[in-house]
């Protein structure tokens, strides 16, 4: 995807570097942790005269960062690029929670965008006329998610072998759609990707007709409906998603709310599936358990096979840190590979990451790997899961983001403006920490735990309705985890 708009003067490589240089400097300056939550996802849109533009993905992020990190943009800027006099920080590009439609929609190119095609056999005669298709397949599809790099154990065995089994003979009886669900960082993208990898090997041996497969996330899937309701295009894009195989839907959950996209789904999804094609939908809970979605689609969702990816076992911990350090070809002592497993439980994801760091310092370094040096390694990691947060911490942040007085977290004033963050708060205390509903009424100003209960109700409930306002505790969660 191009970032620069006509107009824009940027001499891109050059640029390019210099950006890498700024974020890598950023990123020593202030740490890995304060890095990842706020400036990873920043995007250089372009440069212009002496102006440079970034984008970040919601208004909250962009106010964080211009606030904090602002200043120091513009001096390392400065420092690259002399002839930069000001940065500037606007929402755009797209990630994560979602808005309203209207203002999550960025810049899009006026054309919807093609979809994520695999098309097998790659040397088949006609594949030429789709060298776009294969490119979007790279694009688009992790190399590594194959099933051959998916550890098997209990918690995910099921779905594992469900995955296996669509990729084998789509749509056949019973699995269609295939439904995965589970926690973050569990599998559910992996799993879907093999299952396209797997359909693209088996269609390249059999030396069959192409099949196409879509894969997308439901953000994706609603921004380019909307695209395509903006230029008047939808007609082309029903044709094109009615044109394939197998429809891939990841992360679900992000279509709750979005009604006109949920109705689009639900046609897409009836008509595929009365054509016999193959749809594989991952989301974080179960299709009972989505609230919000509308009841039909709901029911259609759940009418094939519906499979739930676990929280990890200790066992699967190990088997998968195994896994990952042979094929590092890293010697991993089985005390660190121990460590690791009891200490991080959350999820794949953050031990996976945990496990590359530390190979990625062996090889840098040069060293083997021992349990002093992962303790060294993952100092910040470890301590981030093995902190408490305090009721106390969470006042002060709250009080901080929406900038009102700390003590109006225990004062008895009702206004919206302070009753909201205190409703905030109370929330994340119940999320974050284990006390109990009386002991957090308590902290705030001895408030019954009736109140607590409610602010609770009242949050969720707002998150639902508000996407920017589910970002913004969305995001104080994230920071005070991290
Ligand atoms: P989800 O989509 O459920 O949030 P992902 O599929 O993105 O999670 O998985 C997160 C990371 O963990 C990926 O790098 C993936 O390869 C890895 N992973 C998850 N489960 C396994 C597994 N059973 N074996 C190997 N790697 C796994
Ligand atoms: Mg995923």
Not at 233 to 243: G, H, P, V
Not at 287 to 303: H, N, V, Y
Not at 392 to 412: C, F, G, N, P, W
Request: glycine share 6%; charged share 25%.
């Amino acid at each position: 995807m191009s970032t620069t708009e006509p107009g824009e003067i940027v001499e891109s490589s050059q640029v390019a570097a210099q950006w890498a240089r700024i974020r890598g400097r950023l990123q020593n300056e202030v740490g890995d942790v304060e890095y990842r939550t706020w400036l990873r996802q920043m995007t250089l849109v372009g440069v212009e005269g002496d102006e440079v533009t970034v984008h970040l993905p919601t208004r909250f992020l962009r106010d964080w960062v211009s606030s904090r990190y602002g200043t120091r943009l513009n001096a390392l800027w400065q420092l690259e690029n002399e002839s930069i006099r000001r940065v500037d920080i606007r929402v755009g590009g797209t990630v994560a929670p979602i808005a309203t439609p209207a203002e999550a929609a960025p810049a899009r190119p006026a054309q919807p965008e093609p979809m994520n095609l695999v098309t097998t056999p790659v040397f088949e005669p006609n594949s030429d006329d789709r060298p776009e298709s294969r490119m979007d397949l790279a694009a688009a599809l992790d190399s590594r998610f194959t099933f051959d790099a998916f550890v098997v154990g209990k918690p995910n065995e099921f779905a594992y072998a469900c995955a296996r089994r669509v990729a084998e003979a789509p749509a056949s009886q019973g699995f269609n759609p295939l439904f995965l669900y589970g926690g973050v960082g569990l599998g559910k993208t992996h799993l879907m990707h093999a299952i396209a990898w797997e359909l693209a090997a088996r269609n390249e041996a059999a030396g069959k007709r192409l099949v196409s497969v879509a894969y997308m996330s439901a953000e994706k899937f609603m921004y380019r409906f909307i695209a395509a309701i903006r230029t008047q295009s939808t007609m082309e894009f029903k044709e094109q998603l009615r044109s394939v195989d197998v429809l891939m839907i990841d992360d679900l959950q992000f279509l709750i709310g979005k009604d006109n996209t949920q109705e689009e789904f639900f046609h897409t999804f009836n008509y595929l599936v009365e054509a016999g094609k193959q749809i594989v939908v991952s989301s974080d809970k179960s299709p009972s358990a989505l609230d919000g979605l509308e009841d039909r689609l709901r029911t259609r969702l759940g009418c094939g096979m519906v499979a739930d990816l676990h929280t990890t076992t200790y066992e699967l911990r190990i088997s998968i840190l195994e896994t990952k350090a042979a094929r590092a070809g890293i010697p991993v002592p089985t005390k660190v590979l121990e460590y690791l497993a009891h200490k991080i439980t959350s999820n794949v994801r953050e031990l996976e990451g945990a496990l590359n760091r530390l190979i990625a310092h062996a090889n840098l370094f040069g060293r083997p790997i021992t349990l002093e040096a992962t303790h060294e390694v993952l100092h910040d990691l470890l301590k981030a899961h093995d902190r408490r947060i305090s009721i106390e911490e969470i006042q002060k942040r709250v009080a901080e983001h929406y900038a009102i007085r700390l003590t109006d977290m225990s004062s008895a004033r009702r206004a919206r403006q302070v009753a909201r963050p205190r409703q905030v708060a109370m929330y994340l205390a119940k999320q974050l920490t284990s006390r109990s509903l009386p002991e957090i009424g308590r902290k705030f100003g001895n408030r019954d735990h009736t109140t607590v209960m409610h602010a609770v109700s009242r949050v969720n409930e707002l998150m639902e309705r508000d996407g920017s306002f589910a970002e913004d505790v969305e995001l104080l969660r994230r920071l005070l985890e991290s």
